[in-house]
């Protein structure tokens, strides 16, 4: 008798936060809709936002210092936040120093666009349609939306221990709901996707933009998508799959061509001319304190190093590693030891099987000398999702501590064919001057006027893109080239 009223008192101790998290919900004024936001209050929005703001900043890249743009994108992005529900936010909006085409939001008011978004942008109205969304994603709570709801999963997982325990559920249910909700939980589920689009073609309108400038970009989205595809090798769409939280770009563009018809605005702000205007001149890809991209050739300024890649591979760069793909799926991955490890290494040979490589079965290692600075390499067999690689190491001692780390991976089939231009890129790493260092500058976005008989193969000929240069055009001037070249008109381009 005891034991079940102890039974009875733990379910009823358990059920009572579930009855309380049912009527935990408030109407949002910017959606009209009842929104669970109960774990995290308005305070609690400007507080995180404050905290985390620091860290994105540092994560991508660092603020972009232009003053003269970051102006302009302030003005623009306080307009569209006038006319939200949560206009009396303190709104902040940064410009990432990153080439990655992205914006996002932290709650309260904290707005991010990377410059790679910007040079990808045609006009002004495109850019106010992507801050817009930002503005709907924070004026909807989306983040307080998320994290209640992942606070009421973890509360609920807790509940279901408690009414397994006492009705005998195995215990392996809680962990298997517990991934599944991780799972939803994401980023942005596809409603809050596509609810922020609604919000932003709102915001941008009451302000006088042509909705259309959030179709046009989505459109842009859409073909600078398949042009990274390319860059890396890959055919064909992007599948989705069940990581995947953001709707697909066409069902967003649907929506938004909806919008656009159901909000016509008239005499709407498209803003071209004073948008290419203020993006003349910003840094284009890689900035040089990252290190630069020229066609194959990876050069570092501040790490005063230099290498090359074989032909027909792609470089990518990011804040902690420069990845080179070429065919076959074969890797070049440029990479360095930590500085903490790195000061300790006494041998590289004993640095490669005992730290860097210590889970494979190594073979061939050796000590070697690349442009008078000490390495060792070392070759191993891998297997891998993708079926069996072939991996090649090379770590090279550079000044002041630093270890270099080159590591080439290609299917055993082809590793033969690639072996000598492998060898070729190991031997190109070098040393550069401080006078090469300071002679590197960076890319930068740069506007030009068509003259009679510029076609749009000549135009991107004279960018130093390698063989995707007439790609990047055709992207970054999709509407222009819409419309056709004409003599007079305004494009963009990209040289130093």
Known sequence: MMTRRLRLTALWAALLPVLWLATACSTNPATGKQSFTAF????????????????????????????????????????LAGFSETRDL????????????????????????????LALAENEAEMAGVLAHEIGHVAARHTAERYS?????NLGLMVLGVLGSAAGVPSGVGRIIGFGAQAALRGYSRE????????????????????????????????????????????????????????????RINQAIGLARAAPVSDPILGRGEFLAEIDGMVFGDDPEQGVRRGRVFTHPELRIEFRVPPDFVLFNSPRQVIARGPGNSVVIFDMAADKTARKV??????????????????????????????????????????????????IRGKEGRIFRLAFTSPPEMTARLSVEFRRTTWSFRRISEAEARAIKPLKVRVVTVKDGDTALGLSARMPLGKFSRRWFETMNRNALGRGLSPGGAVKTVGE
């Open 346 to 395: 006494r041998s590289l040979r004993g640095y490669i099987a005992g730290t860097w490589a210590s889970n494979l079965a190594l073979r061939g290692q050796e000590r070697i000398t690349v442009n008078g600075m000490e390495a060792a390499t070392a070759e191993a067999r891998v297997s891998t999702p993708g079926g069996p690689r072939d991996i090649r190491l090379v770590a």
């Open 192 to 251: 809050q996707e596509l609810e922020a689009d609604m919000l932003g073609v709102r915001y941008m309108t009451r302000a006088g933009y042509s909705p259309d400038g959030m179709t046009s970009f989505f459109y842009k989205m859409q073909t600078h998508a398949e042009l990274e595809r390319a860059m890396e090798g890959k055919k064909g769409e992007a599948g989705n799959n069940i990581m995947s939280t953001h709707p697909r770009t066409a069902q």
């Open 90 to 117: 303190p709104y902040t909006f940064t410009i990432l120093n990153n080439d990655k085409v992205n914006a996002f939001a932290l709650p309260g008011g904290y707005v991010y666009i990377t410059r790679g978004l």
């Open 149 to 153: 709801t992942a606070m009421a999963t």
């Open 40 to 79: 995290m209050s308005k305070e609690d929005e400007l507080r995180i936002g404050a905290e985390e703001h620091p860290k994105m900043i540092k994560e991508f890249g660092g603020a972009y210092a232009d003053a003269k743009l970051r102006a302009y994108i302030r003005r623009i992005g306080l307009k």
